[in-house]
């Protein structure tokens, strides 16, 4: 089992930044992907970002990419996803998820999640 704790969500205004963190505990050997993903309200669950275990590849969504970053600290054993010039549209509820398989994007693919964190962005 792998267990996510996310952290850093809160109120933004559109152009400002923030922070979320993930911290991962647990049989993390059998996980090759983090991911961040968002779920706005009355929409389904999409992509934001994904970085591999082994080789910290990055890959983002279209949507986000050169505005997000995510980042991975192993001393901490933390996944961070660093938010800047934030738009109304990013409002939603940011979830950490852990896989096998590098690069997958969908949320089928990955078998641990965190709770999840509030991001509200207001224009």
């Known amino acids: 089992q792998v267990q996510l704790v996310e952290s850093g969500g809160g109120l933004a205004q559109a152009g400002g930044s923030l922070k979320l963190s993930c911290a991962v505990s647990?049989?993390?050997?059998?996980?090759?992907?983090m991911a961040w993903f968002r779920q706005a309200p009355g929409k389904e669950r999409e992509f934001i970002a994904a970085i591999t275990t082994n080789s910290g590849i990055e890959s983002y969504a279209e949507s986000v990419k050169g505005r997000f970053t995510i980042s991975s600290d192993n001393a901490k054993n933390t996944v961070n996803l660093e938010m800047n010039s934030l738009k109304a549209e990013d409002t939603g509820v940011y979830s950490c998820a852990a896989g096998r398989y590098v690069g997958a994007r969908s949320p089928t693919n990955y078998n641990y999640w965190g709770q999840g964190t509030h991001v509200t962005v207001s224009a």
């Open positions: 647990g049989r993390t050997f059998s996980t090759n992907s």
